[in-house]
Antibody, heavy 115, light 110 residues
Framework: QLVESGGGLLQPGESLRLSCAASGFTFSDSFMNWVRQAPGKGLQWVANINPDGSVKYYVDSVKGRFTISRDSAKNSLYLQMNSLRAEDTAVYYC??????????WGQGTLVTVSS | QSALTQPPSASGSPGQSVTISCTGT?????????VSWYQQHPGKAPKYMLY???KRPSGVPDRFSGSKSGNTASLTVSGLQAEDEADYYC??????????FGGGTKLTVL
């Protein structure tokens, strides 16, 4: 399973780090992703990282502001979010990658950016 | 990359079949057999329902099936049940290591 944490209420321009704890599968062999969902809206893929953490991809709207990382010793995935904007307000899910899809999802953590 | 296009709503009576479409472009849906579908009940995380257009993960009833023609993928739910009422999202690999979702379809069981 996947369990996210770290969400909260922030002001524009602030930073936040989300965490996702993995269990029940071989985390070190898995591609991992962050997917977000703005209130009342659809899903949006945000970032992807390969099993050894050496290759990372981002949706254009977060490039240069967000950083995905992982610690396989701790079975954990992270999302460092800097220069937050109101449009980053969403529930953030971590999800395991499986043949270009997402097979295991966490319960999500809410990030609210508002002045 | 633009979101895939899904109808905002769909409905059917118990026991009937309903099909939800998902339209993209030749750069995503039409270019790869990596279309997946997710079911989401209110306040819950998405659930993996189909991948690689037609494949069902273990535990997903065979009432759920998928297909694709050109730039449009479809999810068909047969033998509708009350618990199928949820939001459904399609997703496609869009090349260049990015993924695009549809806007979602709210399925109502009448």
């Amino acid at each position: 399973q996947l369990v996210e944490s770290g969400g909260g209420l922030l002001q524009p321009g602030e930073s936040l780090r989300l965490s996702c704890a993995a269990s029940g599968f071989t985390f070190s062999d898995s591609f991992m992703n962050w997917v977000r969902q703005a209130p009342g809206k659809g899903l949006q893929w945000v970032a992807n990282i390969n099993p050894d953490g050496s290759v990372k991809y981002y949706v254009d709207s977060v490039k240069g502001r967000f950083t995905i990382s992982r610690d396989s010793a701790k079975n954990s995935l992270y999302l460092q979010m800097n220069s937050l904007r109101a449009e980053d307000t969403a529930v953030y899910y971590c999800a395991r990658g499986h043949v270009h899809s997402f097979d295991i999802w966490g319960q999500g953590t809410l990030v609210t950016v508002s002045s | 990359q633009s979101a895939l296009t899904q109808p905002p709503s769909a409905s059917g009576s118990p026991g009937q079949s309903v099909t939800i479409s998902c339209t993209g472009t030749s750069s995503d849906v039409g270019g790869y057999n990596y279309v997946s579908w997710y079911q989401q009940h209110p306040g819950k995380a998405p659930k993996y329902m189909l991948y690689e257009v037609t494949k069902r993960p273990s535990g997903v009833p065979d009432r759920f099936s998928g297909s694709k023609s050109g730039n449009t993928a479809s999810l068909t739910v047969s033998g509708l049940q009350a618990e199928d009422e949820a939001d459904y999202y399609c997703c496609s690999y869009g090349g260049s290591n990015n993924w695009v979702f549809g806007g979602g379809t709210k399925l109502t069981v009448l």
